[in-house]
């Protein structure tokens, strides 16, 4: 596994197994160090070696020779609204990486209750080009390593800590790999980050927490199909023919719906969960209730549940979100079929704009200074 980034600093240590670190480490070290570093890197989450106070001084000096922890530098924490903050990283080849902290508020309780949902970057940009996605107008970059994945965790995480009592738990309820890129074109580094973020070593979250996001690479669908690790899946449909559906995702040619919607049959009939269908609403391209019955037979069939998102409107992008007259004669085709949804409502706004649109800015106001 590589946690390497592209510099010529200490490789990191996020995401190295137990094993795995323990190879790494001098030799002649007690197996119970191996424990206490991985208790400060993922429960007590300290920023730098010196934190480790448990640790002897000849292993930090050790380690701050050959290791490292962070391979980014957070480079603006916003709080983007009552309910979503983010955090961006800068690599040191200079890349941008986004991650957006989602506080859903539940219903008659306090925000210090609230639901709380990370959705991570896997890559610098995208090369999947869909036609409405802030993340793949500048095309694909490069793959983010496993520890650069994992940074984001302890990052967000870090940032409940401070909010929260004394709890060693990881504070977060869902992680969702909706950010930047595509997370099965990075496929190593990501299960490798799932393995962190799921494994008792590491932050200790259950699987079912975590929803990976794609837009339809079938090869990798298959392969997840016989990942130990019981995850989510979630699949940007955005279309429900393809006709419909190659407008907006080139992807959609090299794995048309008749290749894609068996795959992901057998994914979710391997795994036992339910699937679930994202569908960006656009007007006047998939907005048609045309679509939302064929949406309704694609659901249904793959026992899927439907999450509905009116489009968020990206600058330098011609598309818009259906009036809500249009949503609701949408969703009422579904409703009306018996199929399991929900749709994004006003608030969503801006829980979809926190995906992907910061980076693009933080580019344009580099190119533009
Ligand atoms: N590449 C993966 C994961 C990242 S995109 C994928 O496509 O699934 C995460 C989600 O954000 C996808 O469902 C994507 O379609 C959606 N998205 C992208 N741009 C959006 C926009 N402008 N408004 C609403 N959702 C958007
Ligand atoms: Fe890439 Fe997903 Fe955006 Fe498509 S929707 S360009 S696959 S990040």
Redesign the pocket.
């Known amino acids: 596994m590589s946690t390497s980034t592209p510099t010529d600093s200490p490789p990191s240590l996020l995401g190295l197994s137990p094993d795995n670190l323990k190879a790494f480490l001098p030799s002649d070290l007690p197996a119970f160090r191996v424990n206490q570093l991985l208790d400060w890197i993922y429960r007590k989450r300290v920023q730098s070696f010196d934190e480790m106070s448990n640790l002897p001084t000849t292993l930090i000096n050790w380690l701050k020779d050959n290791a490292s922890l962070f391979p980014n530098r957070v480079l603006l924490l916003k709080q983007a609204s009552d309910i979503t903050e983010k955090l961006l990283l800068e690599a040191p080849d200079r890349s941008l990486i986004e991650t957006v902290l989602i506080r859903y508020p539940q219903q008659g309780v306090g925000s210090e209750t609230s639901r709380k949902t990370i959705c991570v970057s896997s890559q610098v940009g995208?090369?999947?080009?869909?036609k409405?996605?802030?993340?793949?107008l500048a095309g694909w970059k490069r793959n983010l390593s496993a520890a650069e994945i994992i940074a984001q965790f302890i990052h967000v995480g870090r940032l409940e800590d401070r909010r929260s009592t004394a709890s060693k738990d990881f504070p977060i309820d869902n992680v969702v790999f909706m950010g930047?890129?595509?997370p099965l074109a990075n496929y190593d580094a990501v299960i490798a980050a799932i393995r962190a973020l799921n494994a008792p070593w590491g932050l200790h979250m259950g699987a079912r927490r975590i929803t990976v996001?794609?837009?339809g690479l079938v090869p990798q669908i298959l392969r997840l199909a016989d990942e130990p690790v019981q995850f989510r899946l979630a699949l940007?449909l955005h279309g429900a023919s393809n006709e419909v559906r190659e407008q907006i995702?080139p992807?959609n040619r090299k794995y048309p719906l008749e290749t894609l919607l068996p795959a992901v049959k057998t994914f979710s009939e391997k795994h036992g969960r339910m699937l679930t269908l994202e569908f960006i609403l656009i007007e006047e391209v998939n907005d048609s209730l045309e679509q939302a019955h064929l949406l309704a037979d694609i659901a249904r069939d793959l026992h899927a549940h439907v999450n509905l998102i009116p489009y968020n409107r990206v600058e330098g992008l011609p598309w818009k979100r259906p009036n809500n007259a249009r949503q609701t004669a949408f969703a009422k085709v579904l409703r009306d079929h018996r199929v399991s949804f929900t749709i994004r409502k006003e608030k969503g706004h801006d829980i979809d704009a926190a995906c992907?649109q910061l980076r693009l800015q933080t580019e344009q106001n580099r190119a533009s200074a």
């Open positions: 995208c090369a999947y080009g869909c409405f996605c802030a993340s793949g930047m890129g595509e996001s794609t837009s940007s995702m992807i992907g």
